[in-house]
């Protein structure tokens, strides 16, 4: 899963939704670019609830990587 913050993300915004998947145990990597910063979330994504990472502060868009 991959979530796209808003280029006017806080860094407060990305420390809530970091501290929000590590409550939920998940494990994420952060790509930071000139405009955006992309976190990728590692682990069994199925579970997570991707209306509630859209609802967080500074979040754009949340994608799902398909399964094969």
């Not at 790509?31 to 609830?49: K, M, Q, W």
Request: glycine share 8%; net charge negative.
């Amino acid at each position: 899963m991959l979530v796209v913050m808003r280029s006017t993300a806080s860094e407060g915004n990305l420390s809530e939704l970091k501290q929000y998947l590590v409550e939920r145990d998940y494990d994420f990597h952060q790509s930071t670019g000139a405009n955006r910063v992309i976190i990728g979330i590692i682990g069994d994504t199925e579970r997570l609830d991707m209306e509630a990472l859209k609802a967080l502060p500074g979040v754009l868009a949340v994608f799902k990587i398909p399964k094969e």
